[in-house]
């Protein structure tokens, strides 16, 4: 075994609903959906209209910006419909299942293709969308040739899927996946929990680190800077391992097939578990099997596709990426709290020791969605620091970003990160303030700027 | 039968008044008054959007409100000195002399909080923002460091100036360069030097005599025990006289994580070190030495128990709007605080209070000590960036 990485910095936020081992397979359902705002950045131009028939497979949409990289469909039926916005800003394009799937074929045999058959299949089986570059978090540009391919083998993020249970039975495509990226670029880095049993230690070719420490370590922006940093001008893809098995089985099967498994959890699941289904499954498909909790009293839940620090809030008709691997539900925050800066709060969670919370370090919490006090401006200082571990200062990028201030944007490591590695610091903010936003602002004036 | 009604007072009183405050009611020019009001009997119910869905339960109200706890103990027992250090104080009960004090301490306090309160609150409405709870502690700050004597008015101008000049003017708390308290302090000190100038001003009453450090300036020593200076029954501003009350607070600063344990540390050793480099010069026989020769050779901890030094490096230094913000910057300012503080007291007899300055003055630096440090990364990155090119 390779040198174990130590990340001293970070925090692991113990939430209640975390899921038991048990996996659900979903049926095919009725509806499932492609949102172009899924994809960061991406300007969809529509290739298909209501009542249109396509197969598993099939392009929707592709990005204006890049004609080459497609979007497909992950189920074959009938356009039902395309859902657009204000100023028509197209929201999703759903399509009806049909009860008997049908599957675009792709026959590019892995072994012998060479690089750009490789990325030409991954572009028309619109599999591509799920190669990330870094820096900005967007899609890869596929004229490029990355300094190496990152891909985190464990998630370290609240009530995380295991994906020792992910990927169970799935090992073969991970395989796949992993020698189709390495045609990618030669090298390709696999990151681990060090002292976890893992199903990918089995996988073959890749250079695997391992790493031990709280949350953020199984973020891959944590782990390339400390395997090998990006720097101004260079590039790195990531791609999240279940999609790793995605891509596998494009080669295995011949056809795109989007499997992939959530763990739906939280505090206001019933049964918290694992789902396994179809991206563009509908929300409410994905949490049936583990149903919500009947809420008493006026109560309200929120539904967020993603982990609870950087995930995206999603009502039941909305669906699935192919980004996610985790569905949390959270009861809804807003309750009237007198004087509630000065109580004990021995439910809630702080990092700071004003309160309990590190004198009960086993005791798992009923986290709300209320923001617990009010914006206020940058007070407190070397918090920030303690949850995110990089060689970055991370109040002088914010002011950075904030003042707009391209270069020092540029030398205080914009390139190293995207929302997620400073969800913890946003979580942590006595000011309360949208970090997470706040550096998506700062990457968006990059990618426009640069 | 009559339905009670479960809505508690406070949130009875404040849906009340709402009207009146908001947009188009009568004293909608105080509405961020009432916004703070309601603030602060309630935790607003907002909740998040996007970005991290759950937050910590910490707020900038608790944090500033552990700085006003660990104030309690020098602020009790400041109330009690004044009490004590009158001419006849000895010969009244501990009750006595506190209730004393309290009466002598009590208006300057509602001075301090209603003129700054309310300046922060018009900048608040003006800007359209909410009132910050900076001031809550910089308002409880200033009687602490004022002289006991000092006028009412002048408390107020000198914390006006506090507010507008100091905070204000830079975009309100957290933006600040000067650390607001102690400018009010600096404000009379400069603007009023003649009329509370001399030894005599950290006195309520008739007593005349000096303070250690107005004595240790004038003479280069002192007869207060260092027992005393610890306790802190000794003359000099409420606040700054009890290292061991201080100390206390300290603690609970520390405990908490409020206060930055480097700069903390950092200025005593800062003071420490200074102090003791000038005992190294200073003359071994002190017969016939200036005063100056004499101060150079007060043991260099009896410093940290003398003035202002302790009040100064546990409450003033560890703002965290004023001082570094990176932790090797905090390391850097605290040790040249102490430094400098010891430095001033010893060499520039006019100021016998060399602490006010030496924060001050790294207050000012602080960015440039944090540009460096902050640098440093920059060039770590841009080298890396080179190696992998050179590669």
């Known amino acids: 075994m390779s040198k174990v990485i130590k990340l001293k910095k970070g925090l692991?936020?113990?939430?209640?609903?975390?899921?038991?081992?048990?996996?659900?397979?979903?049926?095919?359902?009725?509806?499932?959906?492609?949102?172009?705002?899924?994809?960061?950045?991406?300007?969809?131009?529509?290739?298909?209209?209501?009542?249109?028939?396509?197969?598993?497979?099939?392009?929707?949409?592709?990005?204006?910006?890049?004609?080459?990289?497609?979007?497909?469909?992950?189920?074959?039926?009938?356009?039902?419909?395309?859902?657009?916005?204000?100023?028509?800003?197209?929201?999703?394009?759903?399509?009806?299942?049909?009860?008997?799937?049908?599957?675009?074929?792709?026959?590019?045999?892995?072994?012998?293709?060479?690089?750009?058959?490789?990325?030409?299949?991954?572009?028309?089986?619109?599999?591509?969308?799920?190669?990330?570059?870094?820096?900005?978090?967007?899609?890869?540009?596929?004229?490029?040739?990355?300094?190496?391919?990152?891909?985190?083998?464990?998630?370290?993020?609240?009530?995380?899927?295991?994906?020792?249970?992910?990927?169970?039975?799935?090992?073969?495509?991970?395989?796949?996946?992993?020698?189709?990226?390495?045609?990618?670029?030669?090298?390709?880095h696999l990151g681990l929990r060090a002292g976890q049993k893992s199903l990918l230690e089995g996988v073959e070719g890749v250079e695997k680190h391992y790493f031990a420490g709280a949350h953020p370590a199984g973020n891959v922006g944590v782990q390339i800077h400390h395997i090998d940093p990006v720097n101004k001008g260079e590039k790195v893809w990531t791609v999240a391992i279940q999609n790793v098995a995605i891509i596998g089985r494009l080669f295995t099967e011949n056809r795109v097939n989007m499997t992939k498994t959530w763990a739906v959890v939280g505090s206001q699941v019933a049964h918290p578990m694992y789902v396994r289904g179809l991206v563009g499954s509908s929300v409410a498909d994905v949490i049936m099997p583990a149903r919500i909790k009947p809420q008493s009293g006026g109560a309200t839940f929120r539904i967020i596709e993603g982990n609870v620090l950087s995930g995206v809030k999603v009502s039941a008709n909305d669906y699935v990426g192919c980004y996610s691997s985790q569905v949390s539900v959270i009861p809804e925050g807003g309750e009237l709290e007198l004087i509630g800066w000065l109580a004990p709060r021995l439910n809630k969670f702080s990092v700071s020791r004003t309160y309990f919370s590190w004198l009960m370090p086993k005791k798992k919490y009923d986290l709300r969605t209320g923001l617990n006090g009010g914006v206020r401006p940058f007070v407190v200082t070397g918090l920030y620091e303690k949850y995110l571990p990089m060689d970055i200062y991370p109040m002088y990028l914010f002011k950075a970003i904030m003042a707009g201030d391209i270069e020092k944007m540029e030398n205080l490591g914009i390139y190293e990160i995207i929302e997620e590695d400073v969800a913890l610091c946003e979580f942590v903010d006595p000011s309360k303030q949208e970090l997470q936003a706040l550096v998506r602002d700062g990457i968006n004036l990059m990618i426009k700027e640069m | 039968m009559k339905q009670k009604n479960t809505t508690p007072l406070p949130k009875r009183l404040l849906d009340k008044f709402a009207p009146t405050f908001s947009e188009g009611g009568k004293l909608s020019w105080l509405h961020s008054f009432y916004e703070a009001m309601e603030t602060f009997f309630y935790v607003p119910t907002d909740v998040t959007k996007k970005g991290s869905h759950v937050r910590d339960c910490n707020d900038m109200k608790r944090t500033m409100f552990m700085v006003i706890i660990a104030l309690i103990p020098t602020i009790l027992f400041g109330m009690w000195n004044i009490g004590f250090q009158r001419i006849d104080g000895a010969d009244f009960t501990i009750w006595q002399n506190f209730w004393y004090g309290f009466w002598q301490m009590l208006p300057s306090i509602l001075v301090t909080y209603v003129v700054g309160l309310s300046i922060e609150c018009a900048f608040a409405q003006i800007r359209k923002e909410e009132v910050n709870e900076g001031f809550f502690v910089s308002g409880i700050l200033i009687p602490l460091i004022i002289p006991i004597g000092t006028p009412l008015w002048m408390t107020g101008l000198a914390t006006a100036f506090a507010v507008v000049v100091g905070k204000e003017i830079f975009g309100g708390t957290g933006m600040n360069i000067f650390n607001p308290a102690l400018l009010a302090r600096l404000f009379i000190f400069f603007s009023y030097t003649s009329s509370i100038s001399g030894e005599a001003v950290w006195f309520s009453d008739a007593r005349t005599g000096a303070t250690p450090l107005g004595e240790l300036a004038n003479t280069g020593t002192t007869n207060v025990s260092m027992l005393d200076a610890f306790i802190g029954t000794i003359p000099g501003s409420i606040g700054e006289t009890s290292t061991l009350c201080i100390l206390l607070g300290a603690i609970v600063l520390l405990a908490t994580g409020t206060a930055s344990w480097r700069t903390m540390i950092s200025v005593f050793v800062g003071g420490l070190v200074m102090g003791g480099v000038l005992n190294l010069l200073a003359p071994a026989d002190l017969t016939g030495a200036t005063e100056v020769q004499k101060y150079m050779a007060l043991p260099a901890w009896q410093h940290l128990l003398l003035g202002g030094f302790a009040f100064g490096a546990v409450f003033m230094a560890t703002d965290p709007v004023t001082s570094a913000q990176t932790n090797c910057g905090k390391l850097i300012v605290g040790f040249m605080i102490g430094a400098l503080a010891i430095l001033v007291r010893v060499f520039n007899t006019g100021y016998p209070e060399g602490m006010m300055l030496a924060i001050i003055f790294m207050n000012a630096l602080a960015p440039v000590v944090d540009h460096y440090v902050v640098q440093a990364n920059v060039s770590r990155r841009n080298r890396r960036a080179k190696k992998t090119i050179n590669a």
Not at chain 1, 80 to 89: D, F, N, Q, T, Y
């Open chain 1, 12 to 188: 692991d936020i113990k939430l209640v609903g975390e899921a038991d081992k048990s996996v659900v397979e979903l049926p095919i359902g009725e509806r499932y959906a492609v949102s172009p705002l899924a994809f960061e950045g991406v300007v969809p131009k529509l290739l298909v209209a209501e009542g249109d028939k396509v197969m598993a497979g099939d392009a929707l949409f592709y990005d204006k910006a890049h004609p080459e990289v497609m979007f497909t469909s992950p189920v074959s039926g009938t356009i039902s419909a395309v859902r657009r916005g204000e100023k028509r800003k197209l929201l999703a394009i759903e399509v009806a299942a049909d009860v008997e799937q049908t599957y675009k074929p792709f026959n590019t045999n892995l072994a012998t293709a060479s690089r750009e058959e490789v990325v030409a299949a991954l572009l028309e089986s619109g599999l591509w969308a799920m190669i990330i570059q870094r820096p900005y978090g967007i899609i890869a540009d596929s004229n490029d040739t990355p300094k190496a391919i990152f891909v985190s083998g464990f998630d370290s993020a609240p009530l995380a899927a295991d994906m020792n249970i992910a990927l169970e039975g799935d090992m073969k495509a991970v395989q796949a996946g992993f020698d189709a990226l390495r045609k990618l670029c030669g090298k390709v």
